[in-house]
């Protein structure tokens, strides 16, 4: 594997190149969160400067996720003038560490006022830089002139550390001395849908939206479920091999790809890393999607729902807690009833879901999302959690006085002699959780497939700091510090069973009993976006330092601003693609219907012409329907748009009115498509779409 990381500052880069103490006080930066001596990152760039160099870079980029979800950069030349006419290439500690881009034309939630524009980004050294187009990228923080944060890695820096921090208190006081840090763990894996660039460059909604706004039924789907783990076709898996080699040259470990349920639609899943590493290299997995994908004549949709009718992708969030010295904190291990320490941090984490799932939930919000969740596909949108049988009969064991025994899976029987025996998980599977046990792990798997996994990493991170925290406290203050983690868990188990959930959660009947136990069940974006004021997640980001209620309420504002300039664009090319393609398709269609029947009757032969006219009525009567839904969907982004003053009426406008009213719309259009003449449809439909590649 020698092209594997080829193009990353990494560990043994840096310890090959660097000078031996240069080494070791980076190493404590990045292990011990110290902060940077600038002489180090004088010696630190002078030395990535020559490798890039070497690798082929005349560029430098400090790389940041602002608030738009997607990575921004800035390229620099290394180039420097020397004054004789010549040039040597430069790039100094300073460069390094600090930058400055202008952050005026970035989401910024009223943070920032345009007399300040000013905005630093800062390296983050605990995420290796990369040579990418020529360039050496450094992961940076971004944040505004008086330092709040403008990004999604900063406050996932500072989850971290809050998490570390409480986790490690509570290992100290269950009488761990060796462990020095606690690292949250992610690996995300990835859903897309691949279409023909051919097709889809004749689709204003996919050009500008990312997703079908129209598109009649095909007549296959995915219900023979024939394309789940098929097996994968040539174009495509050209294309999955170059994604792969283009990955591990940037150090992403790319690990598993299969096709998804969906025609059309494949998965990758890396090997887990650090949610802050996994947050940067699940952007830049999304970024080399894309662009490779352009080579093969393809297009990569990383959109939640491309195609309604058809499962949309999500990003499963697969989270977990590992230390310094190699122990996975969520690891049940072979006796979980006995494991004090596993039962403790794992109801740690079911305590904090269940007091947070409003928090949960809107960190995988997006528009896009609201398509999937609780739409009858993935995972609702009531939060609950996945145990499995050998846990959940723990916890009943732990409510009714102490835990004695664990469940095994004991061996399966194939039922022919000559098969092994295949030895059974204690926890089976559940694919309709939102957040399901998977062994050592959690798996969130609400999230949205084109969003950045910075939000619901920090998110956990926090809520699960924030009960790690009061589980210190107690077992700080104890006398009897076993007796006190029963008390804990006795009493976390009665609480918060409640979140606990091991049925179908795509069922009509959850719906109700999650109701019963006074679960939220929060179903669009706008909605949930509240949670971001609330008053309780506003305490714990405050408290763990990870957000101000100030940087929160930027967010607030910036996810309600998101959700609107994405229905209006939406909207707006709805009603590009009606008035100007298909209101002019179905009249061409109508009219020659009318030519024909004309040309019929003036044979003078005593034709049929009751399916011509027939057809034609049908037709004069949904076009006339289409032209009304226009207007009124037109009369809905105008009010929707020009209703100025609060933001959260604003978006409830744009869901509740002009988002429904373009259901109504499709669903006319969707009819016709359905009755007309195929050439004379003015888009690629669903079959072509799917069907193609
Ligand atoms: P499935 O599709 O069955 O859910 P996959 O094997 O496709 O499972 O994905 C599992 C994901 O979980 C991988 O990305 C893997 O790296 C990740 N994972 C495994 N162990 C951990 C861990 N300790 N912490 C975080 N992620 C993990
Ligand atoms: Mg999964």
Known sequence: MGIYGSNVFNDAVMKERLPKATYKALRKTIEEGLSLD?????????????????????????????????????????????????????????????GEPDASSFPSGGLRATFEARGYTA????????????????PTAFCS???????????????????SKQALRVLRALGNTSTKKVITTVGPEQEYFIVDKKLYDQRKDLIYTGRTLFGAKPPKGQELEDHYFGSIKERISAYMKEIDEELWKLGVSAKTKHNEVAPAQHELAPIFTTTNIATDHNQLTMEVMKKVALRHDLVCLLHEKPFAGINGSGKHNNWSMGTDDGMNLLDPGHTPHDNQQFLLFLCAVIKAVDEYADFLRVSAANPGNDHRLGANEAPPAIISIFLGEQLQDILEQIEKGGATSSKTGGLMDIGVITLPALPKDATDRNRTSPFAFTGNKFEFRMCPSSGSIAEPNYVLNTIVAEILDEVADRLEKAQDVEAEVSAILTEYVAKHKKVVFNGNGYSDEWVVEAEKRGLPNIK???????ALIAEKNLAVMEKHAVLSRVEMESRYEISLENYIKTINIE????????????????????????????????????????????????????????????????????????AHGDTYEQAALFRFDV???????????????TLVEKDVWPMPTYGDLLFNV
């Open 571 to 642: 909207a707006l090319t709805m009603l590009e693609m009606a008035k100007r393609e298909i209101l002019p398709a179905v009249i061409k269609f109508a009219t020659g219907l009318a030519t024909s029947i004309n040309a019929i009757k003036a044979t003078g032969v005593a034709a049929d012409l009751t399916a011509q006219t027939e057809l034609l009525t049908e037709v004069s009567a949904l076009t006339a329907s289409l032209k009304k839904n226009i207007t009124v969907l037109e009369e809905a982004v105008e009010k929707a748009a020009n």
């Open 123 to 138: 390296w983050d050294c605990t995420s290796p830089a990369f040579v990418k187009d020529d360039s050496l990228c450094i």
């Open 659 to 673: 988002f429904e009213k373009m259901g109504v719309l499709r669903e006319v259009a969707d009819t016709l498509e």
């Open 524 to 530: 669009t974006t706008v909605e949930a976006i509240k």
């Open 145 to 163: 002139y008086t330092g709040e944060a403008l990004d999604k890695k900063t406050p996932l820096l500072r989850s971290m550390e809050a998490i």
């Open 38 to 98: 600038p002489a180090v990152a004088d010696v630190v760039a002078s030395v990535m400067k020559d490798w890039a160099i070497e690798k082929g870079a005349t560029h430098f980029t400090h790389w940041f996720q602002p608030m738009t979800g997607i990575t921004a950069e800035k390229h620099d030349a290394f180039i420097s003038p020397t004054g004789d006419g010549k040039a040597i290439m430069e790039f100094s500690g300073k460069e390094l560490i600090k």
